[in-house]
C-alpha cells in the first residue's frame, strides 16, 4: 500500500549553524565538506521527486480526461431502481434520444464529406495525369 510522505521545503537548511562554524581542524573540515555534498545530494533528489510527482499528475489527469471522454449508450449504468415513469426519467430518455439521433446525423454527414473529398481526389488524380501525359 502506498504511504505518502512529506517532502521538506527546498530552501531550508538544517546543518547551517554547523556549516557556518568555522572548522578547527582538518576533520571538522572534511565533515562540513561531506554535510555540504549531502545536502547538495538531498536537495537533487527533493528535485527529482517533484519532477516525477508532477509527471505522475499529469498522468492521472491525462488517464482521468481519458476515461471521462468516453460516452456511453446506456442511460442507466449504475444498476440502481429507477423509476421509469417519472417526469425527469422521461425528459432524460427525450435528451438522450435526440443526442443519439443528433450524433448519427453527424456521423453520416462526416462519412459524406470523406465520400465527396476522396471523389475529388480520384478525379484530381485523373487530371493531373492527364496533364502530365499531354506534357
Keep these: 500500500m502506498y504511504m505518502p510522505q512529506t517532502v521538506s521545503l527546498l530552501q531550508y537548511k538544517w546543518y547551517r549553524k554547523i556549516l557556518n562554524h568555522p572548522a578547527t581542524t582538518k576533520a571538522e573540515h572534511e ?14 533528489s527533493k528535485h527529482q521527486m517533484i519532477g516525477l510527482q508532477a509527471a505522475s499528475v499529469l498522468q492521472l ?3 482521468e480526461d481519458k476515461a471521462g471522454r468516453k460516452k456511453g449508450t446506456r442511460l442507466i449504468g449504475d444498476g440502481l431502481p429507477r423509476m421509469l415513469t417519472g417526469d425527469v426519467f422521461v425528459a432524460q430518455v427525450i435528451t438522450h434520444e435526440n443526442a443519439m439521433e443528433a450524433e ?3 456521423k453520416e454527414t462526416r462519412a459524406k464529406r470523406r465520400a465527396e473529398c476522396s471523389e475529388e481526389l480520384t478525379h484530381w488524380k485523373t487530371e493531373e495525369i492527364e496533364r502530365k501525359e499531354r506534357n
Excluded: G, N, P, T
Aim: hydrophobic share 45%; proline share 0%; glycine share 0%.
Design 31 to 44: 565533515l562540513q565538506v561531506a554535510l555540504l555534498e549531502s545536502e547538495q545530494h538531498e536537495e537533487k
Design 61 to 63: 489527469a491525462a488517464w
Design 104 to 106: 448519427a446525423r453527424e
